[in-house]
């Protein structure tokens, strides 16, 4: 069975930080490349940043320079640090896991629970 278990939100101050984990099983976690979404109250689900089965990384606009993702193929684990966090960066966040067979994170084959992040003003 596949599982994405994402851990690691909670209720964090502007200006704090962060740092989620998604722990995979059930797949061959070197083989995908993992995704990292979020959908805030009353918007669109939208991505925050990829990282690929080889370690290549990317993320959206208005997380680079704040958010960083890595991961250890060992623990089949990745994790998403996040600074400087604003009130607009409270949604909840979801890990996701793409086969590296095609391109990015988009459109994944698995989707985590999610984690809810709140930053209190």
């Known amino acids: 069975e596949v599982q994405l278990v994402e851990s690691g939100g909670g209720l964090v101050q502007a200006g704090g930080s962060l740092r989620l984990s998604c722990a995979a099983s059930?797949?061959?976690?070197?083989?995908?490349?993992i995704g990292w979404f979020r959908q805030a109250p009353g918007k669109e689900r939208e991505g925050v940043s990829c990282i690929s089965n080889n370690g290549s990384t990317y993320y959206a606009h208005s997380m680079k320079g704040r958010f960083t993702v890595s991961r250890d193929n060992a623990k089949n684990t990745v994790y998403l640090r996040m600074n400087s966090l604003s009130h607009d960066d409270t949604a909840v966040y979801y890990c996701t896991a793409k086969s590296a067979d095609a391109y990015g994170c988009y459109r994944p084959d698995y989707w985590g629970q999610g984690t809810q992040v709140t930053v209190s003003s």
């Open positions: 059930g797949f061959t976690f070197a083989d995908y490349n």
